[in-house]
Nanobody, 124 residues
Framework: QVQLVESGGGLVQSGGSLRLSCAAS????????MDWYRQAPGKERELVAT???????NYVDSVKGRFTISRDNAENSVSLQMNSLRPEDTGVYYC??????????????????WGQGTQVTVSS
């Protein structure tokens, strides 16, 4: 089954930068949208940034101008460059994808997997 594996979280001071990466592995035919979500303590998971297969991006207002999402279609990966980090950016960040998996017998299966999450902590 397709898996998403994230890396790059950590602890950083306010104003600092981090880069998150996510790689998809498995029997993948095609990946359409790839996204980054985050969940702060006591809050619901929110969509932070999304990128289409063609490279069109969208961001939640609170990160516009500070975060940049990018992807490598050949590597089935997506990254999130986070600059000018603020304490309110703290949370667990999850990679998510909308993809077609090659199942048994060659059948194509629509699948929307999540990564395991990576912690980002921004200290003031």
């Amino acid at each position: 089954q397709v898996q998403l594996v994230e890396s790059g979280g950590g602890l950083v001071q306010s104003g600092g930068s981090l880069r998150l990466s996510c790689a998809a592995s498995g029997r993948i035919l095609r990946i359409d949208d790839m996204d980054w979500y985050r969940q702060a303590p006591g809050k619901e998971r929110e969509l932070v940034a999304t990128i289409s297969r063609g490279g069109t991006t969208n961001y939640v207002d609170s990160v516009k101008g500070r975060f940049t999402i990018s992807r490598d279609n050949a590597e089935n990966s997506v990254s999130l460059q986070m600059n000018s980090l603020r304490p309110e950016d703290t949370g667990v960040y999850y990679c998510h994808a909308n993809l077609l998996e090659i199942g048994y017998g060659g059948k194509y299966i629509a699948y929307k997997p999540w990564g395991q999450g990576t912690q980002v902590t921004v200290s003031s």
